[in-house]
């Protein structure tokens, strides 16, 4: 990079050391080690459980859709905060689904997808100084603005002791005195956790009481097996309180469509929307047509959830006959497990990271390590499987390659 492009970058990207820091983050070593055992191996299939999007295209209705909305020339136009088509879609959603009643005009605006969404809400809410609460392990978008803006954050650890639920009253005063929101995200990507209706109360009682406004990640909730599927703006006063983002990328296999929705609380949402609109123009009018028809039509997620649910427990099974704790996941497509201390052959392993490593190279199956409150490895069953027998088939490999060892937990 030219000297003169140095002394332009922005503090908080680092100005002038940006791009010169040696660390090397957790993808990128397993990007390499990937890429080392491939070319060590030749011709031995690299199992990856790594992968946290959907394995299927989206549904063949839902593409049509789409297809037949690019063609009329009505649908070209910037869409800005989006078309009441959807906004309303998505509030008939909500109400049939989670039994949440909000008016479609005031209380709900399309994202392009909940990772920007994640990415504007501190705009609205962090001022320099400010506490943004998030959970960790978890998705850190809302964290890394608040950073940008000059705020700070604190984490609140996920523990499976606490059934990977944030312990509120743990945090110290002063933190609480300049916390402006709470992050939470159920189903929980990676601990596959769901929250109970109790802890959503307790949620808002903290929120009403510390004057902390609450994001709700809910880029999950339709992956959610056994119980029927909690909103958190469903819970008594969550709508003073708080917003919801719902994601059409895991639940329709659309993750590379780009399209969720914000909803909730009147005035977040309006001030959402109005970052919002001065950071880009909308989602394409036939993207959101189509997701129309998905909101309309979420009887399309059952085939999906059942896909999920079945590959979850034929791993587990997998993974328990080696000596693995594996409670399969209320929500979500992860497995989330703790790691062996070490092999009877003599490895041993500090951290997920390092088992994680060993998996790669040795075994030839990528995963994602997680060490910020314990040390857990991720396996996502969104591996590419056409049919139940491919799905067996990788889950025998699996099982074949974790035999070459005796694991020490
Ligand atoms: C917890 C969580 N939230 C949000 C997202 C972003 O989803 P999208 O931007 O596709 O809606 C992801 C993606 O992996 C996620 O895991």
């Known amino acids: ?212 406004a609450v994001i709700s990640d809910a880029a999950y909730i339709e992956l959610s097996y056994g119980d029927e599927p909690l909103s958190f703006l469903s819970v008594e006063g969550a709508m003073e309180v708080g917003i919801e983002i719902h994601s059409l990328s895991k639940s329709y296999n659309m993750t590379g469509w780009r399209l969720g929705f914000v909803c909730g609380n009147e005035h977040l949402v309006k001030a959402f929307a109005t970052v919002k609109d001065n950071n880009d123009s909308g989602q394409f009018i036939p993207i959101q047509k189509a997701g129309c028809y998905c909101l309309d039509n979420p009887k399309l997620i059952e085939h999906t959830k059942a896909k999920y649910a079945r590959r979850l427990n034929m791993l587990a099974k997998v993974l328990r006959t080696h000596g693995f704790t594996v409670n399969e996941p209320k929500g979500t497509f992860y497995l989330y497990f703790g790691i062996p201390k070490a092999t009877v052959s003599g490895r041993k392993f500090e951290n997920a990271e390092q088992f994680c490593d060993f998996l790669i190279r040795e075994k030839l199956i990528s995963s994602v390590p997680w060490d910020d409150a314990g040390n857990f490895l991720r396996f996502s069953v969104t591996f590419d499987a056409p049919t139940v027998e491919a799905e067996e088939r990788i889950a025998k490999i699996i099982d074949e390659r974790l035999s070459t060892e005796k694991y020490i937990f």
């Open 1 to 212: 990079m030219s000297l003169f492009m140095e002394n332009l970058i922005s503090n908080r990207l680092g100005g002038k050391m940006f791009g010169k820091d040696t660390t090397i983050y957790k993808f990128e070593k397993i990007k390499r080690a990937k890429r080392a055992a491939i070319q060590e191996n030749p011709g031995v299939e690299l199992i990856d459980m790594g992968v946290g999007e959907p394995d299927a295209m989206a549904h063949d209705e839902v593409v049509k859709v789409l297809q037949l909305e690019a063609t009329k020339k009505e649908n070209r136009f910037y869409s800005d905060n989006g078309i009441d088509e959807f906004k309303q879609s998505a509030a008939s959603y909500m109400q049939k689904r989670f039994g949440v009643t909000l008016d479609p005009a005031t209380q709900v605006n399309h994202c392009i997808g909940s990772k920007p969404a994640l990415a504007l809400l501190p705009i609205a809410l962090i001022n320099p100084g400010d506490v943004a609460l998030m959970t960790v392990p978890g998705y850190p978008v809302s964290g890394t603005t608040t950073k940008y803006l000059g705020g700070e954050v604190y984490n609140l650890p996920l523990l499976h002791e606490n059934n990977f639920l944030p312990v509120l009253d743990s945090i110290p005063a002063d933190i609480l005195k300049r916390a402006k929101f709470l992050y939470i995200n159920y189903p929980n990507n990676p601990t596959g956790a769901v929250a109970t209706k109790e802890f959503y109360e307790k949620v808002v009682k903290f929120a009403k009481e510390n004057d902390i």
